[in-house]
């Protein structure tokens, strides 16, 4: 804030219209739901929830969704993590390899020390 200020972007208020501070940002956003025609109880929360789900199902890097966000890397992966397409993929690339397996088909001659294997 202090770098929107010292380029006179914003002079002492964070939201400002027309050079003078915003009291409440409450109507202008209501204002802008209903022109999006958003149903149900939607905040500023709501939306800054919806980007960072997005930021992660785009597989944009935790560090920089956070900067983006104002958030912590640690919270935006604790909290979106799951969302992200990295998510478990080790685990998902571990099961979907196929392994060979050794699989006794039965004893041969009866001996059972001579059981013939097949490779699967």
Same mark, same amino acid.
């Not at 958003?38 to 905040?43: D, F, I, K, P, S």
């Not at 690339?93 to 490779?119: C, Q, W």
């Given at each position: 804030?202090?770098?929107?200020?010292?380029?006179?972007?914003?002079?002492?208020?964070?939201?400002?219209?027309?050079?003078?501070?915003?009291?409440?940002?409450?109507?202008?956003?209501?204002?802008a739901v209903?022109?999006?025609?958003?149903?149900?109880?939607?905040?500023?929360?709501?939306?800054?929830?919806?980007?960072? +789900?997005?930021?992660?199902?785009?597989?944009?890097?935790?560090?920089? %969704? !956070?900067?983006? =966000? &104002?958030m912590s890397?640690?919270? #935006?992966?604790? +909290?979106?993590?799951?969302?992200?397409?990295?998510?478990?993929?080790? %685990? !998902?690339?571990? =099961? &979907?390899?196929?392994?060979?397996? #050794?699989?006794?088909?039965?004893?041969?001659?009866?001996?059972p020390d001579?059981?013939?294997?097949?490779?699967?």
């Amino acid at each position: 804030m202090r770098r929107w200020k010292d380029k006179k972007i914003a002079a002492t208020h964070f939201v400002e219209w027309n050079g003078k501070p915003i009291a409440s940002v409450k109507t202008g956003f209501a204002r802008a739901v209903g022109l999006a025609k958003l149903e149900g109880n939607v905040t500023p929360h709501t939306l800054r929830h919806t980007a960072a +789900t997005w930021l992660m199902q785009a597989g944009v890097p935790i560090w920089e %969704a !956070a900067g983006f =966000l &104002g958030m912590s890397p640690e919270m #935006v992966e604790r +909290t979106y993590g799951d969302h992200h397409p990295d998510y478990l993929k080790g %685990a !998902a690339t571990a =099961l &979907g390899r196929r392994h060979r397996r #050794v699989v006794s088909v039965g004893i041969s001659e009866g001996k059972p020390d001579a059981v013939p294997k097949k490779t699967v």
